[in-house]
């Protein structure tokens, strides 16, 4: 079954607006990932961030980790056209050599 | 630097017919390899990995098998497609390590129509 759920399913902004996408867990992990996905595309890692860590930055990307409530967030600042795409985060243990994913957030940009 | 190439890119089969995916990495060794399948509209399934040649876990049974026969090359492959097997295929490669505290790299791909 899967580990990681995305919170909202879908979500529609204005560009320029923020977008704040949420994932949670069941289980402990080693480390989370989040990913985005081009319609069609295969999947780009975005950032991972390990289970020892609560917030992580990349340009304008900024992911959370609350493991006492086993959830993460991945907040996209600045919201651009391009940055349409299904977003989606994997859990990873540390006695497995795989990551589960989530079933993925749809986020829309409007111009 | 490490590349991923994963063919066809879309492939359209008659049932029953067989089925052969190859993945093949590049710019790196001994990584460990992935098969994924997708849903329309879904997250992702993992069908196999692979830790070395010829070892290979099974995810989910069903139609399909994989093989390592080399260090950096993965095949998915089915005797008998079925209607259900349609999807999008994702390949992809890690470093070994364990924990899995490195991003995954994937392929482009494989849409699959099963008719």
């Known amino acids: 079954s899967q580990q990681g759920e995305e919170d909202p399913q879908a979500l529609s902004i204005q560009e320029g607006e923020n977008a704040t996408m949420n994932c949670s867990y069941k289980?402990?992990?080693?480390?989370l990932q989040w990913y985005r996905q081009n319609s069609g595309r295969g999947l780009v890692h975005l950032i991972l961030?390990?289970?020892?860590?609560r917030e992580k930055h990349s340009g304008r990307l900024r992911v959370t980790l609350d493991t006492s409530k086993k959830s993460s967030s991945l907040l996209i600042t600045a919201s651009r056209a391009a940055d349409t795409a299904s977003y989606f985060c994997?859990?990873?243990?540390?006695?497995?050599?795989?990551?589960?994913f989530g079933s993925g957030t749809r986020l829309s940009i409007r111009p | 630097s490490q590349t991923i190439h994963q063919w066809p890119a879309t492939l359209v089969q008659p049932v029953g017919s067989p089925l052969s995916l190859e993945c093949t990495v590049e710019?790196?060794?001994?990584?460990?390899l992935y098969w994924y399948r997708q849903a329309a509209g879904r997250g992702l399934q993992l069908l196999f990995y692979?830790?070395?040649?010829?070892?290979i876990s099974s995810e989910v049974p069903q139609n399909l098998s994989a093989s390592r026969p080399q260090d950096r090359q993965f095949i998915l492959s089915s005797k008998k497609l079925l209607l259900s097997d349609s999807g999008f295929y994702l390949c992809?490669?890690?470093?070994?390590?364990?924990?899995?505290?490195?991003?995954?790299?994937f392929g482009s791909g494989t849409r699959l129509t099963v008719v």
């Open positions: 961030i390990r289970s020892n860590e």
């Open positions: 692979s830790v070395g040649i010829g070892q």
């Open positions: 994997a859990t990873g243990y540390s006695s497995a050599s795989k990551i589960i």
């Open positions: 710019g790196t060794s001994n990584p460990n």
């Open positions: 992809a490669w890690s470093n070994v390590e364990s924990g899995g505290n490195y991003g995954y790299t």
């Open positions: 289980t402990s992990i080693n480390n």
